[in-house]
């Protein structure tokens, strides 16, 4: 099992030994997305993907109860080919529901691979040279409108995969992947459900009704051969086989879930919506644009050839270099992306959108030796006076913004602080002054005070 991430520089593996040396990696140990990958990338799954051992559990359980106490008893009172027909249809039936099961959630679903930059704004030439921690001053429009069969369907920005989703695309916040055709993610399943797999999806949920109204029947059909066998009632037949009564009262909820699901997506797949535009958009209320009628409809998902992954995950890609400066052509970047503070801002008395990192503790230090130095140079005390310090940013903060009114005037080139003597000189003043003031008042409380105590 590999999680989509980059891998360790420790890894025993010796053809990931081996990849790390020459530089190449393959495209599954550098996905960016929360995807989980077995065999080497060959299959692919949420990052959910426990519960899919939970659904299976749901699954076969019931079965081996009903083939130890329901099917077996059930071959011994119908004709020999008849009665092992019994077993041999729910173990088929079961194996099926699991192929589809494990179709649907170990496949691609359909995921567009993100951009490594963001793409460039039409009808704009040049280009902006972006370094670390600058952007951009123009930006790319949010949405844009595209023409589906006529009719006009807005498409939207991703930010994170840094490109504007097709038609009916949609981003999963579990899986962090913009899936095609996106339906919507599947807990049972532990995956998206999307172009690539939403027919396998309908068959194991069609397959699943199936296997449970088979259960179901057949139990009714063993309790009522006790019924007529001994001559009881249907209640003291139903005492008789225990195992009966609880596949019973299982299937029974079992198939409200999932024969519900099944008829939903029936009428999903008939007016060609997904879950997510069902419930999004509310065709019935608006001109469906990719409603073909209910025979195309189910053409389009059952009888059409199945398009191919836009990732080849076991492919040998580079390494991603250290962040660096770039170049983006155009200088568009995230409609999301805000624009950086300025001095003249501060001065304005706008309110900082971006934060700006700070150096660390070690600057922090440095920068406070050398204003210690000049006030030993000014002739003043090497401890900084309490207005200083609330100036100068505090040895904890790292990496937040600091904004002051007075910071402007000082010189700041590369994230250094470069205090001129005049100020720092205007600055001691100050704080004497006010020190001084601040000890006067003392003075004449204290002579008032010992005034009205002799009175």
Not at 107 to 131: C, F, H, K, M, Q
Not at 133 to 140: A, H, I, V
Not at 230 to 237: D, T, Y
Request: net charge positive; charged share 20%; proline share 6%.
């Amino acid at each position: 099992m590999y999680v989509g991430q980059p891998p360790s520089s420790g890894a025993s593996d010796s053809g990931a030994g081996a990849a790390g040396e020459s530089g190449m990696v393959r495209t599954y140990q550098t996905w960016k997305g929360s995807n989980i990958f077995l065999l080497h990338g060959r299959l692919i799954f949420g990052p959910d993907v426990r519960s899919l051992f939970f659904t299976i559990f749901l699954i076969v359980a019931p079965v081996i109860i009903f083939c130890v106490f329901v099917a077996r008893k059930l071959m011994d009172d119908f004709p020999h080919h008849l009665g092992i027909s019994i077993m041999v249809l729910v173990v088929a039936f079961t194996l099926y529901d699991l192929f589809f099961l494990l179709l649907t959630s170990g496949r691609d679903p359909g995921i567009i691979a993100r951009n490594a930059y963001p793409p460039e704004l039409e009808g704009y030439e040049g280009n902006t040279e972006v370094g670390p921690g600058q952007t951009p001053q123009l930006r790319l429009p949010r949405t844009k409108d595209v023409l589906v069969n006529g009719v006009v369907v807005k498409i939207k920005y991703c930010d994170t995969c840094m490109l504007y989703r097709p038609p009916r695309c949609s981003h999963c916040s579990i899986c962090n992947n913009c899936v095609e055709k996106f339906d919507h993610h599947c807990p049972w399943v532990g995956q998206c459900i999307g172009l690539r797999n939403y027919r396998f999806f309908f068959m194991f949920v069609f397959s699943t009704t199936i296997l449970c109204l088979y259960v179901h029947a057949f139990c009714w059909v063993y309790i009522t051969k006790i019924m007529n066998g001994e001559g009881i009632s249907l209640w003291k037949a139903m005492t008789k086989t225990p195992a009966s009564i609880v596949l019973l009262i299982y299937t029974f909820i079992s198939v409200w879930f999932v024969g519900g699901l099944t008829i939903f997506h029936s009428y999903l797949i008939g007016t060609n919506q997904s879950t997510y535009e069902n419930f999004r958009y509310r065709y019935d209320r608006h001109v469906n644009p990719y409603n073909k009628g209910i025979i195309k409809n189910f053409k389009e998902v059952f009888f059409t050839s199945i398009p191919p992954s836009k990732n080849n995950f076991r492919a040998r890609v580079l390494k991603e270099p250290a962040i660096q400066s770039r170049n983006v052509s155009g200088g568009f970047v995230s409609p999301n992306i805000r624009k950086p503070v300025t001095a003249s801002d501060i001065e304005m008395g706008r309110k900082p959108v971006w934060e700006e990192g700070v150096e660390g503790d070690s600057d922090d230090n440095g920068r406070r030796d050398n204003i210690a130095g000049g006030l030993h140079k000014l002739g003043g005390s090497a401890d900084i006076s309490p207005d200083l310090n609330r100036i100068l940013p505090p040895d904890s903060i790292e990496g937040r913004s600091i904004s002051h009114p007075r910071r402007s005037s000082w010189g700041r080139k590369s994230g250094s602080w470069e205090i001129s003597p005049e100020s720092l000189a205007s600055v001691i003043g100050e704080s004497k002054r006010a020190t001084d003031g601040r000890n006067g008042n003392l003075t004449g409380k204290t002579q008032q005070s010992q005034t009205n105590f002799k009175m």
